[in-house]
C-alpha cells in the first residue's frame, strides 16, 4: 500500500497527497496539510487539492445522533500520565485472527477489544480477548499497565460505563491494587466520551483500511484479518504526530 498511486486525471501533488493518505492509514486530508505547514511532510502538500476517497466514504460512515446530551467529564487530575485512563470495550461480529507468534492461525477467535486511552498522552493500550469475561478483562489491564511501567508510568485511576467493568471481581482487583475507579452513569455514555470516540475512531480506521485493501487484492485479505489491522492502527496512532500535543507523539509524550 505504500507505492506511489497515479490518476490521469489528478495533478502530481494531489496524486502524492493520495498516496499519503494511503500510506497513513487513510488520515483525514486536513490533518495530513496541517502536518505538511508544520513542516512534517512535504510542503507543497499543504496547498495542493483535496479530493474524496472512496474507501473513506465507505468505510467512515456512521449513523447520526438522535441527541447530543452533555459533553465528556472534565478531570484537572489528568495533568500526568497514568492520572486518568480510559476504558471500554468493542465487540466485533466477525470473529478476527489472534495475533499468534508463530503466524499459524487458531480456532480460538477475537470478537472483543478492551482499548484504554490515557488522558494526557492519548497513547492507546488495546487487549484483544474471546470474550468480555472478567478474568480476560483483568488479564487485559495488568497487560497495559506492563506495559506503561516500561515508561515509567503508574495507573491511578480508571474511569469505565458500568458493565463488566462493575463487577465484583473487577472492583475487587482495583482495590488490591489500590486505584481509584469512576463510573458514568446510566445511559450516561458521553461521559466516558475519550473512550468512546478514540473507539468510533480506531474502528472507522480499521474498517476503511481492510475495505480498501480487500478491494484491491480480495484472493489474499480476508475479513478475519481486522485483528492485524485494528494492532496496526493504534500502533501508528501512537506513533503519529498530533497537534493538540504540540507535535509530539503519545509515545514520546510518555517518555517526556
Known amino acids: ?42 510542503p507543497h502538500l499543504a496547498t495542493c ?29 489528568n495533568i500526568q500520565p497514568g492520572n486518568l485512563v480510559s476504558t471500554d470495550q468493542v465487540e466485533s461480529s466477525t470473529p478476527g485472527r489472534p495475533l499468534t507468534y508463530s503466524g499459524y492461525n487458531s480456532n480460538h477467535k477475537i470478537n472483543t477489544v478492551t482499548i484504554y486511552v490515557d488522558s494526557c498522552s ?20 495488568l497487560s497495559m499497565e506492563r506495559q506503561a511501567q516500561k515508561y515509567n508510568v503508574k495507573i491511578k485511576k480508571i474511569r469505565a460505563d458500568s458493565g463488566i467493568f462493575k463487577c ?27 473512550a468512546e470516540r478514540h473507539i468510533q475512531t480506531l474502528v472507522n480506521i480499521t474498517r476503511t483500511t481492510l475495505l480498501n ?28 504526530l498530533k497537534k493538540e500535543l504540540n507535535y509530539l507523539t503519545p509515545d514520546e509524550v510518555l517518555l517526556v
Open 168 to 194: 465484583k471481581k473487577f472492583r475487587d482487583h482495583i482495590n488490591s491494587l489500590e486505584q481509584d475507579i469512576i463510573f458514568c452513569g446510566v445511559s450516561a455514555h458521553h461521559q466516558n466520551g475519550i
Open 49 to 77: 487539492s483535496q479530493l474524496l476517497c472512496s474507501a473513506c466514504q465507505l468505510g467512515k460512515q456512521k449513523r447520526l445522533p438522535r441527541n447530543k446530551t452533555g459533553n465528556p467529564i472534565y478531570d484537572p487530575d
Open 1 to 42: 500500500m505504500d507505492e506511489p498511486i497515479s490518476f490521469d486525471n489528478l495533478s502530481p501533488s494531489t496524486t502524492e497527497l493520495l498516496s499519503w493518505h494511503h500510506r497513513l492509514n487513510h488520515m483525514n486530508f486536513n490533518t495530513i496539510q496541517v502536518l505538511a505547514k508544520a513542516g512534517f511532510l512535504p
Open 122 to 141: 492519548k497513547k492507546i493500550f488495546n487487549h484483544f480477548q474471546t470474550s468480555t469475561c472478567a478474568e480476560e478483562t483483568i488479564a487485559g489491564k
Open 213 to 240: 485493501s480487500h478491494a484491491r487484492w480480495p484472493a489474499v485479505i480476508d475479513m478475519e484479518l481486522w485483528t492485524f489491522v485494528f494492532q496496526h492502527t493504534v500502533d501508528q496512532w501512537n506513533s503519529t
